[in-house]
Structures are given as C-alpha cells and as structure tokens.
C-alpha cells in the first residue's frame, strides 16, 4: 500500500495559488525527491503533508485514510531553517520532541543517546544548542526528526550549509533510514543529491509540476547530448563530423556536444584512428540539465 | 491531554531554571523584606532620644486639684499593658515640665482641667515635639473611661456592684469589636476601622499589586516565547507534533505554574519576615493581626487572580504569535500593558472609595474585573450575585477570547515576515482553513 499519496492537490492563497494540481505518491522505504527553485511550491505542499494547511482541493492520503491526529506520531519533521531552542540543552529539548511524539521520557532519552553515539557526538548532550556550530545544530534538528523513528518522513533542504563530511553522513543516515522502510519525501535544489537518494521525483516550477516520474524513465526521455573523450594526443576534425555542434578542448580531452546519438560512433572512430584513447563515455543528461531545460521550457 | 502536560512541565522547568526569572524573583523577595522591615527600622531610627529603642516612654501627670483623680489613673494605668510610663508631678510648675520635656525625661504631661458645669474635668495633653501618639491616646481613653464612669457613678451612691454594671455595657461594646480581631486586646478604637478591616485593605493591596506584577512578567514572558519559537522555526516542528491548542494552554497553564510559584515563594518570604519577634510587635502597634486575614477574600482573590491570568495569557499568546521578531514584540503587547495598567489603576486609586460607580462598572469589564471586584468585595458592599455576574462574564469572555487566540496563534505562527495586519491575519485564517 501507499504510504503517502496525494492526489491533484491545490493550495490558493489569498492572492495566488502556491500549488497547483499536484499528485505523488510514496511508497514504503523510499525516497521522494521534491525539487524546484526557491518559492515553486515544495514548503507549501510539505506543510500540507504535515496537515499544517489543508488543501483547497485534492487530497492527501496517509496509508490510504486521510489526516487524522494519530499521524503526528507517525511523521518526523526537519523545516528548512531548522529550529530548536538556542538556550536549552540538547539533552532537554530534544527528549522534549520527542515526548511530544509520543514516546516516554525513557525511551525518548535513550535514542536521543543512540543518536548522538551514532553521530559520534555523545558530549553535546548536555550542551545547548546556541553552543554548537550550525553544521552541527543541523544534526541535532535531524535528531529531532528521526528519534521517534517515524514512517513518514520529511526533509526540506536537509543538506543545505553542511560540509562534505556530514553530507554523507547524514546521507548514508538517510539511506539506512529508508531500508528500515521509511517513507521519506526530500525536497532540495541541490540535484546530485537526488540523484543519488531519489528513485522518484517530482520537479515544480511556479507552483506547477513540470517533471514527475521514476529518475531513470525521466532521463532517459531526455536525449543524451554529451560525449566525453579522453585521448593520449590532439583529435583533428572532430567539429567537421555530422551531428556534433558544438567541441570543447578539456585537461586531457574533449567535452562535445552531439546532436543525434549516431554521432558518438563516429566520434569514436575518427578519434581511434588519430590517438590512444582513455576514456569514453555518452553522458546520460545530469538531473541539474534537465532541470533547467524543463524550468526554461515551462518559462518559454 | 497528555502532550500539554509534557508542554506544561517543559515549560515550567525551563522557565524556573532561567538566570531572569531567579534574579527578578530573587530582587522582589528582597524588596518585600525589606518592605516589611521598614516600619520597624524607622522606629529604630526616629525612637526617643536616649533609650533609642521601644523602651517605655515617660508622661508627665500633673496631679494638681484633682489628686483623686490622679491616683484613680494611675491605679488603673498599671493593669493596661502600655509602653507608657506616668511619672507624678505634684503641681503644674510649667518651668519644670518643660524642663523635663527638653531633658527628654518626659514626652509630654497630662493635666485635668476643671470644666464648668461639667462633672468630669476635661483631660489636656501637652506634648513636647511630638505630637501626642495613637497609642498613647487610646491607653489613656480606656483607662480615663472607666475612671469617669466611676466618678460620676459615686455621686449616686451606687454600690460596687452597680458601677461594675454600669461599666459593663461599655464592656459589651468593646468585646462585640474584640470578636473580629481575637489577640488585639486593647487596640480598639486607636485605628480608623477595625483591624480585620484594616487587614482586608492591606490584602487587597497586596493582591491587586500581586496580579498587576506577575502577570505583567508571565505575559511577557508567554509573548516572547512564542516569538523565539516563532523565530527559532521550532514552531514549525511543535505545530507538527502537538495541536496548537494544547501548546497553547500547556505554555499559559505552565507560565501560571509559574507565577503561582512565584508568588507562593514572595508568601513564605512575607511570612518569614512578619513571624521575626520584632515584626510581630509592629504589626500590632499598626493594628495589623495575620489571623484577621479573610479567608474568603483570599480564595475569592485567588480565583480571579487564575480567571483573570487566563484570558491576559491567551492574548499575550496570540500576539506572541503574529510577531516574527522579537524586537517587534514590545510594541505589540503594548495594547495589553495598557488595558493592565488601567485595571491597576483604577482599583489602587479606588481603594479608598470601594463604592463608586466607575468601580461598579469596570468591576463587570472582564478585563479589569480581576482586580476591581477584590477592591469591591474587600473594602466595599457588594451584592453576592454581582460578584457571581462579574464571575460569569470574566469565565465567558475567557472562553471567547481562548478561540478567538487559539484561531489568531493557529494562523499567525505559520505567517512569517511583517506584522499581519487585522486583514491579512483575517485572509490567511481563511485561506488556512481555521
């Protein structure tokens, strides 16, 4: 069964409508990615996911029955600008949430624990949060997420301001999160993260959906226009060959632009003729290049 | 039910433990001893001369023509407990007196003078530098009192037991003033009212001051914490897991937790401070008794001091709700400072006139009903089913203003930028769906 499906959902507010015919729908240990500019539409449909503002028209469903107040427990919860308490301790505020979702105070104390272990920050525990670096408030807003070990979760811009090093961490933390069957909806302008999380997404642009669907389907509708050619020595006439636009000379090779995927053969063979080649690879399109093709086009 | 306990205990725990509110407790329990203290430090400052404490003070008493007289007095001055000294002098040598008076030996002298036509002489205080002391007055009425009845009395040829009946009205009358304040024997008629009256004015004082202050601190704080967690973005994860309306009442009901724990601790302060020996002995010269304490006023002051916090915290929440920034926050709540200020004012300056009609009427405006009905109740007449009139008014404007802040705290800590107007706050409930 769904665990999370909404269906031609709309949002009006006074002057404008914020989301526009939205459907999506998210299954048991998966990761949904959200993704669009700032202002289309993501904070919006999220607080409506949350039951925070009701749609105008649609629906949202939670394992098939819509809103009701047992889904609180159920759903964990990191805003963009993640908040907490800057004077109170870690320790404090967070077994707080976390009460508030429905745990005891016992229980809510030793994944608080776990948590921190986990992230191999066990020392915060007593600090308060003004105390910390943002990096690592970030990680005590993620804590607050997850201690209750919710079924739905939601992310908005979870990754945002944290160096490489968390990055991954609280990637692979979300990766575990989704093999213990979480259902998480992500949203990010951040495509490589998608990229490697999301198996669905969705991408708005002004309160529209503009791209939906399974991530490889999407890429592979869009056509591959890039070949990357990594030769020993110079590569002569390869702008002169059919379907090639536009050659671009690269550290070590060639960056060209193909018009049709014929192309790429013949790029191969006047390129093998000429010098000892490295690499060779038909770039499938990155999701940030369609995410710009499909914003400019709904633009246009 | 359960999540705005979980909201009332953080917000209580959090809020006893901060640096703020233990300094402000802490200053005000000192401010109240040293309040308390004062009227005996005074004394120690401005006591007589050279005893320099509450040693018993001299008064000079011309014996004069009237040396029956005189003896009578001084006979019946030694049963009064009195910390006033009668030093006989034979004849009224004005030199000597204030002599003495200037030597400090003696406060004043006391002299009868022969009325005409009178049975009794007329009795003539002449002070020193002070003027003649309440205290000093009262003994003395008291004890000539008695003299006087007697005196009349013997030229009827009465029998002993006919003066004690004649004095035994008189008797009656002092004991029916004795009933209202048990321990204060012979401090009748030396303050204007009784002592449980002078006691309800006190009480209701301090209860007016009371509420005036802890809501004015608990309000603020409600508003700005909702601001912080409006700014911090937590609301956005508390919104989530618990309805506004139990984080609501769980923070008002924890801020009164708190403001009930505050004033119970300025309560033990009080006390500690008037059960000191040398407290207790100025309580009774001011004529003040703790057990003259009405407990109904107390329970009656109690009740509206909840009820009346309940529907100011409602609204300091909900305008906490529609500010994003704190530094916006004090303009905002001033409306609700104004309206608090205007219910302390009214009831603090109508204490001594607890039966006006702008008493009357505001007593039945919820919004300063809390303080004035105390003044009403406490110091005036009021009729019981006015009391349980303002009563329903306040608890149904309670409940009308708890909506009407539960709808605005629901809408406004999802607004984030500039304050809503009146408009905007009215669109977004609608496009929100409140």
Redo the contacts between chains.
């Keep these: 069964m769904l665990r999370l499906q909404l269906e031609d959902v709309v949002k009006i507010y006074a002057d404008k409508t914020a989301v526009n015919r939205i459907s999506l729908e998210v299954e048991e240990g998966e990761i949904y990615g959200l993704l669009g500019a700032n202002g289309a539409g993501k904070t919006t449909t999220m607080r409506m996911v949350l039951g925070l503002i009701y749609p105008d028209e649609g629906k949202i469903l939670y394992n098939g029955k819509p809103y009701n107040k047992e889904l609180r427990r159920l759903m964990g919860y990191l805003p963009e600008e993640r908040g907490l308490y800057p004077k109170v301790k870690v320790s404090e505020q967070i077994t707080y949430l976390g009460q508030l979702r429905g745990m005891s105070a016992k229980e809510a104390d030793k994944s608080l624990k776990y948590w921190l272990e986990k992230f191999e920050v066990p020392d915060y525990y007593d600090k308060k949060i003004e105390e910390l670096s943002k990096g690592n408030q970030q990680k005590m807003g993620f804590i607050a997420a997850v201690i209750h070990n919710p079924q739905i979760l939601i992310l908005d811009e979870a990754f945002s301001g944290l160096d490489p090093v968390n990055v991954e961490l609280l990637k692979s933390t979300v990766k575990e999160l989704r093999d213990n069957g979480a259902s998480i909806l992500f949203s990010t302008h951040r495509m490589e993260h998608v990229e490697e999380l999301c198996r669905n997404i969705t991408i708005l642009h002004r309160s529209n959906t503009v791209v939906k669907g399974n991530l490889k389907e999407i890429k592979s509708r869009y056509p591959r226009e890039e070949v990357v050619l990594g030769t020993e020595g110079e590569v002569q006439g390869l702008d002169k060959l059919s379907g090639v636009t536009e050659v671009t000379r690269t550290e070590g090779g060639y960056l060209i632009r193909i018009s049709e995927l014929e192309a790429a053969q013949s790029i191969l063979n006047t390129a093998m003729s000429q010098s000892v080649i490295h690499k060779f690879e038909v770039k499938e399109p990155t999701l940030n290049q369609i995410f710009i093709k499909a914003v400019g086009e709904s633009n246009e | 039910m359960n999540?705005t306990w979980?909201?009332i205990r953080?917000t209580f725990?959090?809020k006893v433990k901060?640096k703020s509110f233990l300094v402000t407790t802490l200053i005000f329990a000192i401010l109240l001893s040293v309040g308390i203290n004062l009227p005996y430090l005074i004394q120690l400052f401005t006591g007589d001369g050279d005893s320099g404490s509450k040693a018993a003070e001299r008064i000079g008493l011309v014996y004069g023509q009237q040396q029956e007289l005189a003896t009578e007095l001084e006979t019946s001055w030694g049963q009064l407990t009195t910390n006033y000294e009668l030093i006989p002098y034979e004849t009224e040598d004005q030199q000597l007196l204030s002599q003495d008076m200037d030597n400090g030996l003696i406060e004043g002298y006391l002299k009868f003078e022969e009325q005409e036509g009178g049975l009794f002489p007329a009795v003539v205080y002449t002070a020193g530098e002070d003027r003649m002391e309440l205290e000093l007055q009262s003994n003395l009425q008291a004890a000539l009192q008695i003299i006087k009845t007697r005196s009349i009395a013997q030229g009827l040829n009465l029998t002993e037991a006919q003066i004690t009946e004649i004095n035994t009205p008189v008797q009656i009358e002092s004991r029916s003033l004795d009933a209202g304040n048990a321990g204060d024997a012979e401090g009748e008629g030396a303050f204007p009212g009784s002592s449980a009256e002078a006691m309800d004015y006190v009480l209701v004082y301090a209860l007016v001051i009371l509420f005036f202050f802890t809501l004015m601190s608990t309000g603020n704080m409600i508003a700005s914490e909702v601001t912080?967690?409006k700014s911090?973005?937590?609301?956005?994860?508390?919104?989530?897991?618990?309805?506004p309306l139990s984080q609501m009442f769980g923070k008002v009901i924890g801020m009164l937790l708190l403001g009930l724990f505050q004033i119970l601790s300025f309560g033990v302060v009080v006390a500690i401070n008037l059960m000191l020996p040398h407290n207790i002995e100025v309580l009774k010269d001011l004529n003040l008794d703790i057990s003259a304490i009405d407990p109904a006023l107390l329970i009656l002051g109690l009740v509206f001091y909840i009820l009346g916090y309940f529907l100011y915290a409602v609204l300091y929440a909900a305008v906490g709700s529609i500010i994003s920034r704190t530094e916006d926050l004090g303009q905002a709540i001033m409306p609700l400072t104004m309206v608090s200020l205007v219910a302390f004012y009214i009831a603090i300056f109508s204490l001594s006139t607890p039966n006006s009609t702008l008493l009357k009427v505001s007593s039945f405006i919820p919004f300063t009903s809390p303080t004035t009905i105390l003044v009403r109740v406490g110091l005036g007449d009021v009729p019981m089913w006015e009391v349980a009139a303002s009563l329903v008014i306040l608890i149904v404007s309670i409940l009308a203003f708890g909506w009407l802040s539960a709808k605005i705290y629901r809408t406004g800590v999802?607004l984030y930028g500039k304050r809503p107007s009146f408009k905007e706050l009215m669109?977004?409930m609608?496009?929100?769906?409140m």
């Excluded at chain 2, 911090?232 to 309805?243: G, H, P, Y």
């Excluded at chain 2, 609608?430 to 769906?433: P, V």
Aim: charged residues 20%; proline residues 0%; hydrophobic residues 45%.
């Design positions: 999540n979980t909201v953080f725990m959090n901060t912080t967690e911090s973005r937590i609301m956005e994860i508390l919104i989530t897991s618990v309805s999802l669109k977004a609608k496009a929100y769906k």
